[in-house]
């Protein structure tokens, strides 16, 4: 079963950092394009940051300098290094990702389940 698995959620205090890790699992041959979303209670989900294949990475404006996003092909995970997070930062985090489902290079697009972020003011 293909799936994307997200952790390192967690309370954390304004100004503080969090990690999170999506793992993609299940017969699969990479990860090739990923992201982050997130959404806030009562709020519809928005995009955060996206990597290429070759590390390429974007961010919207509310996060850029704060987070950081990454990738580590060997383990077929996705990282969002989250510092200097504010209270609006709360929300659920989820991963995006493009999985390399074929030999030929098919993908399919999966979702993780999603981890609360929630930051304290």
């Known amino acids: 079963q293909v799936q994307l698995v997200e952790s390192g959620g967690g309370l954390v205090q304004a100004g503080g950092s969090l990690r999170l890790s999506c793992v993609a699992s299940?017969?699969?041959?990479?990860?090739?394009?990923a992201g982050w979303y997130r959404q806030a209670p009562g709020k519809q989900r928005e995009w955060v940051a996206h990597?290429?294949?070759?590390?390429?990475?974007n961010y919207v404006d509310s996060v850029k300098g704060r987070f950081t996003i990454s990738r580590d092909n060997g383990k077929n995970t996705v990282y969002l290094q989250m510092n200097s997070l504010k209270p609006e930062d709360t929300a659920v985090y989820y991963c995006?990702?493009?999985?390399?489902?074929?030999?030929?290079?098919?993908?399919?697009?999966?979702w993780g389940q999603g981890t609360q972020v929630t930051v304290s003011s």
């Open positions: 990597i290429t294949r070759v590390g390429i990475s």
């Open positions: 995006n990702a493009d999985l390399q489902v074929g030999l030929l290079g098919g993908t399919d697009n999966y």
């Open positions: 299940g017969r699969i041959f990479g990860i090739d394009a």
